[in-house]
């Protein structure tokens, strides 16, 4: 499944509700969902693999449980730095 920013401009709760939503669709029906976020609170709530892009470069591309501030931080640097 791909949703490109499936809860931009929402309020919180229907926020979570749609993301409820989608990730138990994708369970029941054995789906991988690729979703376009630019809330990383909101990936990192909602998902296993964050992957972060800039400028068509995968800058970070890691399990949701291994990322911290720091790692998170290189995707905001204004000097694109792949991040480990």
Known sequence: ????????????????SVMDLLVRVCREDGLTMVCTLHQVELALEWTRRVVGLRL?????DSPTELLDAVRLRGLYLSDPVTVP
């Open 1 to 16: 499944m791909l949703a490109d920013e499936p809860v931009a401009s929402l309020d919180p709760e229907t926020a979570a």
């Open 56 to 60: 068509g470069e995968v800058l970070l």
